[in-house]
């Protein structure tokens, strides 16, 4: 399985734009890249996921190297109910795994 | 549609004693997961059942812990007798099928346990 690495913590402001990289140094061909969200008393949604170059959903961007050794979820804009943990999954179907992820707090 | 519903919302029990929580997952979800999320950390997969097979039980304690899914829709985690490490909180979640990549999960709100 892929080993992910992401910062544990980060801080914003109301209406800038958060970027948060995910390293995954060992992933294998056949893995993809997942970023759920997870607030405070709730379960882990889907946010985008992708396999190489960019994708963009109405929530995100994810922007995915060539080597596909790391990735970047893109939160435009972001305001206070953007406060979360973010995770990065990679793997295959059912053999994905959950890090630490990274608490974004957006601050006024 | 429903989401996952999960029961109970919390519960608190002393240490040796036994606790079950129930998980309903999407109509149609034949994929369903139970996951344990220990404050600070991300979920940890314990069970993932296909239907009412179990696909991947490698990081259940066995010796504690026993889940199913009888007839291949709702399921039962059961943890007996609980440790205080046990305190947690417990995500169950759903998938379409084991396809992620094109059907991903939906996951309830989870039962938070506190074992005294």
């Known amino acids: 399985l892929a080993k992910t690495t992401q910062p544990i913590s980060m801080d914003s402001y109301e209406g800038q734009e958060v970027n948060i990289t995910c390293s995954h140094n060992?992933?294998?061909?056949?893995?993809?890249i997942t970023w759920y969200q997870q607030f405070p008393s709730q379960g882990p949604r889907f946010i985008i996921q992708g396999y190489k170059t960019k994708v963009t959903n109405e929530v995100a961007s994810l922007f995915i190297p060539a080597d596909r050794k790391s990735s970047t979820l893109s939160l435009p804009r972001v305001s206070l109910s953007d406060t979360a943990v973010y995770y990065c999954l990679v793997g295959e179907n059912n053999d994905m795994r959950f890090g630490a992820g990274t608490r974004l707090t957006v601050k006024p | 549609e429903a989401g996952v519903a999960q029961s109970p919302r919390y519960k608190i029990i002393e240490k040796r004693q036994s606790v079950a929580f129930w998980c309903n997952p999407i109509s149609g979800h034949a994929t369903l997961y139970w996951y344990q999320q220990i404050l600070g950390q991300g979920p940890k997969l314990l069970i993932q059942f296909q239907n009412n097979g179990v696909v991947d039980d490698s990081q259940l304690p066995k010796d504690r812990f026993s889940a199913e899914r009888l007839k291949g829709v709702d399921s039962t985690l059961k943890i007996q007798p609980a440790k205080l490490e046990d305190s947690a909180v417990y995500l169950c979640?759903?998938?379409?099928?084991?396809?992620?990549?094109?059907?991903?999960?939906?996951f309830g709100s989870g039962t938070r346990l506190t074992v005294v």
């Open positions: 060992n992933i294998a061909t056949n893995d993809y």
């Open positions: 979640a759903s998938s379409f099928s084991r396809d992620l990549f094109n059907y991903g999960y939906t």
